[in-house]
């Protein structure tokens, strides 16, 4: 380094110092960055997982001296223009000597920095201790457990109902987990669903707890790049075969929530009962900057199993709720087998990453969903075959992706996109998908409009401008179509949906963004009366506005309007929620609370909401009727290495006498939940 760059850098560690850019690893980090992806949430999905790897990346920072491009992307912070500065730099001036050396990256403002730090480091002395001593002595080391109930008595529990449910209605949830950065990774998790039974019992497959979970994951044994025993997750490509962890896809992060990074073999940590692999993964360097991975998978499904007179015993669908509550539910559970392997093989530079994978799955019968109209082209038989390629090519701002596979050699999915960075005050996205009616994946979950990557075409562009300093505007357009028929639509269909989110942040204390979504689909007309079903518009137009306040060092407030409107033909409904939060933190005592009315006309008009909760948890809750929805979250560390959670949150409703249906079903017009949770870090 020349001694001009070595002190002007210098210079900016003094001002770092003056600015006081520390960096704090707490709680109050991640949930700021949880609070970043979570409000914007449109409905519940599998968030945990999203919730778990926001956290892996606070557990395990990636070291800003050996990432690779894909892996700083990964994260979802920065722009292609800022990335692109971050590693010219790097290749400029070398490694960095201290996070405050950020401040010297252009295009990286306070701001920024100040979101990443949590989940970046600089590179550490590699210990000369053993693997076990390491684990003994690594201080990311925690074991957890969770109550949660609801204390209305549910239909399901009632002794007079003969299909009810077999156990109790508190959920348990127990995990131990240790781990640290590019090494290892050890734990376990057990879970007991509201309603489901807490015993051993080989003949109902259950050995204590209902879902039981491990995994043994360890990195960089030399050549040996990684290798995974008992639970683990894939994610290479864009997620059209293996799909591992979460995906934004869709919303207010309108461009850095596009695309996905090759992060390989993953632990599986969630309490998610699908979407994992079970069995062993390893990953070798086999060349230089070649890596080879190579997976097996067995275990057993939750499916309906029928008898035909002409195609025998086989399986109707499949169940990925992991619940187990009833005999009904618990004679599906683990009745069909599930074989899976595969390999992916994988050449990165700096600039470029290309990936080939096979993947292959084998049920113990055959898959023969009940004949409609619209499932004609879903997958029918025992196995699934699945080839593929994908690639990352990077230019200067720009980044290029892209996956395209084959379904049994014949069925096509395809997706390409880019990202570009235009300076400080301009990114954009352009997303281009093509998914045949006849592709089908086990283990992926690519950008689609639809729960799957299945008959469907579709082109996004987003786009995010920052004209002034305090001013930021995001927005994305997306047109689709379906080219077979689907859940709701009798025929082929179409649409289109735009999002734009102005936002204001004219100083720490106050953020603010108003926020329109309109969407126009095809739909069957619902309550048809005709022979035939016929498609109709169906369009949805959403307002919110929200306003963040920090009135204090304790004391923060979120206030926040939604308004629906919902047209189906001649068919118009409307709802809204209003919802005030507030946080009270006192150092080792921190309440959040939330006041919120909502008046919807019916369910398809219904609000969702985030709501703040215990630790890996999350809550969003679907607001519909008319009503009041309150709860309030404590959080209380009494001393160094234990923190408590309670939370009790309530609906009542004022147009209704029960709530819910079937086995869920509440007499009276209010439903409550109990939250009680413990963690002790050893």
Not at 28 to 43: G, K, M
Not at 261 to 266: A, E, L, P, Q, Y
Not at 548 to 567: C, G, H
Not at 636 to 653: E, F, G, M, S, V
Request: charged share 25%; aromatic share 16%.
């Amino acid at each position: 380094m020349k001694a001009s760059n070595f002190y002007l850098m210098l210079a900016f560690l003094w001002l770092g110092n003056c600015f006081k850019l520390a960096h704090a690893q707490d709680e109050a980090d991640t949930e700021a960055l949880v609070d970043r992806f979570l409000p914007d949430a449109e409905e519940e999905s599998d968030l945990e997982s999203m919730i778990d790897l926001l956290y892996q990346y606070y557990q395990q920072p990636i070291n800003l001296n050996k990432c690779t491009r894909q892996e700083l992307a990964d994260l979802q912070l920065l722009s292609e223009g800022q990335l692109a500065a971050f590693f010219d730099y790097r290749n400029r001036f070398g490694n960095f000597i201290s996070l405050l050396e950020l401040q010297a990256v252009p295009g990286f403002d306070p701001s920024t920095i100040h979101k990443i730090l949590p989940f970046v480091h600089i590179t550490e002395k590699q210990s000369a201790q053993s693997f076990w001593q390491r684990v003994k002595e690594e201080k990311n080391k925690y074991f957890f457990v969770r109550y949660q109930s609801i204390p209305e008595q549910k239909r399901g529990y009632r002794s007079d109902e003969g299909n009810g449910y077999l156990g109790s209605n508190a959920r348990l949830l127990y995990r131990l987990r240790m781990s640290h950065t590019k090494d290892f990774s050890l734990g376990f998790t057990l879970e007991k669903d509201a309603g489901e039974r807490l015993r051993w019992s080989r003949a109902n497959k259950t050995y204590l707890s209902d879902f039981i979970s491990w995994h043994y994951t360890r990195y960089n044994l030399g050549k040996l790049k990684a290798l995974s025993l008992g639970d683990y997750q894939i994610q290479v490509g864009q997620g059209l075969l293996l799909a591992g962890g979460f995906q934004l896809g869709k919303g207010a992060e309108t461009v850095q929530g596009l695309r996905r990074s090759t992060r390989g073999v993953i632990p599986f940590t969630s309490a998610a009962e699908f979407g994992y692999l079970r069995g062993g993964a390893a990953t070798l360097e086999v060349a230089k900057n070649t890596q080879l991975t190579t997976f097996f998978s067995s275990k057993n499904l939750s499916a309906n199993i029928k008898t035909d007179s002409i195609i025998g015993d086989h399986a109707s669908s499949i169940s990925q709720s992991g619940l187990h509550r009833t005999a009904t539910e618990l004679g599906r559970k683990q009745s069909l087998s599930e074989i899976s392997g595969g390999y992916h093989l994988n050449y990165k530079l700096p600039f470029l990453e290309i990936g080939t994978t096979g993947l292959f799955t084998q049920y113990g019968l055959p898959i023969q969903r009940r004949p409609s109209d619209y499932n004609q082209f879903e997958f029918a038989g025992q196995r699934l075959i699945n080839t593929g390629f994908n690639y990352s090519f990077y230019w200067q701002n720009f980044s290029f992706f892209g996956e395209a596979a084959l379904s049994q050699g014949k069925y096509l999915g395809l997706i390409s996109g880019v990202l570009a960075g235009f300076g400080k005050h301009a990114e954009l996205a352009f997303v281009y998908r093509n998914y045949h009616r006849g592709f089908h994946s086990v283990y992926g979950n690519a950008l689609s409009e639809g729960t799957r990557a299945n008959n469907e075409r579709g082109l996004y562009w987003g786009i995010k401008l920052k004209p002034f300093k305090k001013w930021t505007l995001a927005a994305y357009y997306d047109n689709f179509q379906f080219p077979w028929l689907r859940y709701q639509a009798d025929a082929p269909s179409s649409g289109f949906e735009y999002l734009a989110r102005l936002g204001y942040k004219p100083n720490r204390q106050l953020r603010c963004y108003l926020q329109y979504r309109f969407e126009n689909r095809e739909r069957n007309l619902k309550d048809n009366t005709t022979a035939f079903d016929f498609l109709v518009p169906v369009v949805r137009k959403d307002w919110r506005f929200n306003l963040d306040y920090k009135a204090s060092k304790q004391i923060s407030l979120r206030s926040r309007i939604q308004y629906s409107e919902r047209m189906q033909g001649n068919l118009y409904s409307e709802g809204f929620a209003l919802m005030q939060d507030i946080v009270w933190d006192f150092g080792k005592l921190r309440v959040a609370a939330r006041a919120a009315f909502f008046d919807t006309d019916d369910y398809d008009t219904r609000q969702y909401a985030y709501e703040k909760d215990v630790l890996y948890a999350f809550s969003i809750p679907a607001y519909y009727g008319e009503g009041v929805r309150n709860y309030l979250l404590l959080k209380w560390r009494p001393i160094k290495n234990i923190d408590l959670w309670a939370r009790y949150a309530i609906t009542r409703w004022y147009d209704r006498n029960t709530v819910g249906s079937g086995l869920e079903e509440i007499d009276g017009p209010r439903r409550s939940e109990i939250k009680l949770q413990m963690r002790c870090k050893f």
